[in-house]
């Protein structure tokens, strides 16, 4: 107790997290792993639980499992011993050596490893490979071990490049990826505080870019549709005016301009959807201050909800039929760097 007592009192003057204040962390703010396998000799029917196993042993330690991160934790195998056992049926037995690793998946760089070794029994190689994954045991000090020193390495690496991280995301913005911006913004975990802070205050300056740019897109839409005088249309553009948006006072004007020129029927649908518009919009505004409110310590600037909300509002405004703005995914170079 008094040790955490201390070492609660060095967190606080160092500003880094506490105990406490780690286990209320979002995903968001702690450092990030993707959880990934790329390991051809590991049967595909085992990838999946292996995935989970690596996301236990992230959140062992403190990390997130996302799949995005540049970050990874992945597995590669060694068969070391396979054996058919005297029964009846007769069974598929493996010893199988598990080299776990952390490191930079787009640099191909190792950060720290472990290996285990675990056996399985199975009627089949690959349920004989799956029951040996089984055996993996998440709370296993070696793993802890190795997850912090990953960490240490990719907390370096936030606070060294910070300032290529901002102008990369800066870059994105004026490309008009603002889902990749963002992403690349809020992968800066907590405990990189001053580069967090600078991070979320530009994820924010992101955020709104993209509402300006979806405000824009509605507007058009909206003018358009009404342009072959379609109110429907034009109603169903303008619902996705964000509140704040650059363009929300021409948008007022072309409400009040559509209103003026329907007859008495059409006028009273127009303004019963105009009211359940802004009845949403203010539920919006009323859920987004209440987070914003909350008392945590940390919260984050742009949130993963927020930010399916405007892509999904992209989507329908854009002219294109693919997805507007989707997340960019790391181009991972593990394969053939880390692997024997």
Not at 240 to 259: M, Q, S, W, Y
Request: a neutral charge.
């Amino acid at each position: 107790m008094k040790k955490k007592l201390i070492v609660c009192i060095l967190c606080t003057l160092l500003g880094l997290p506490s105990f406490a204040q780690e286990n209320r962390l979002n995903d968001q703010e702690r450092v990030a792993l993707t959880p990934i396998v790329l390991d051809d000799n590991i049967p595909a029917g085992a990838h999946k639980q292996l995935e989970n196993k690596m996301t236990q042993i992230a959140a062992k330690s403190g990390c997130s499992a996302i799949s995005n991160s540049r970050f990874v934790i992945t597995c590669s195998a060694d068969i070391l011993t396979k054996d058919i056992t005297p029964t009846a049926p007769p069974q598929h037995a493996y010893t199988v050596a598990l080299n776990f690793y952390v490191g930079d998946g787009v640099e191909g760089r190792l950060f720290s490893s472990y290996t285990i070794e675990c056996k399985g029994v199975g009627t089949t190689p690959d349920k004989a490979y799956i029951n040996a994954l089984k055996n993996v045991r998440v709370n296993d000090p070696g793993f802890k071990a190795m997850i912090d020193k990953g960490k240490k390495e990719i907390i370096a690496y936030y606070n060294t490049y910070c300032d290529i991280i901002i102008a990369d995301a800066q870059t994105m913005v004026k490309k008009h990826e603002y889902s990749g911006a963002i992403d690349l913004l809020t992968s800066v975990p907590l405990v990189c505080e001053s580069c967090y802070r600078r991070a979320q205050d530009e994820s924010l300056l992101a955020y709104q870019a993209w509402r300006d740019e979806v405000c824009m897109m509605a507007l058009n839409k909206a003018q358009a549709a009404w342009a072959t005088r379609d109110a429907k249309a034009a109603a169903a553009a303008l619902e996705f005016i964000p509140t704040d948006g650059a363009c929300v006072n021409e948008a007022n004007a072309l409400k009040r301009d559509i209103a003026s020129r329907l007859d008495a029927k059409e006028r009273e649908e127009w303004e019963f959807k105009m009211r359940q518009y802004e009845d949403q919009a203010a539920q919006e505004q009323e859920t987004l201050e209440q987070e914003t409110n909350q008392p945590s310590t940390n919260n984050v600037a742009v949130s993963a909800q927020k930010k399916k909300n405007l892509q999904a509002a992209t989507n329908a405004v854009s002219e294109k039929t693919e997805e507007v703005n989707a997340p960019a995914k790391p181009k991972y170079q593990v394969k053939g760097k880390w692997f024997k």
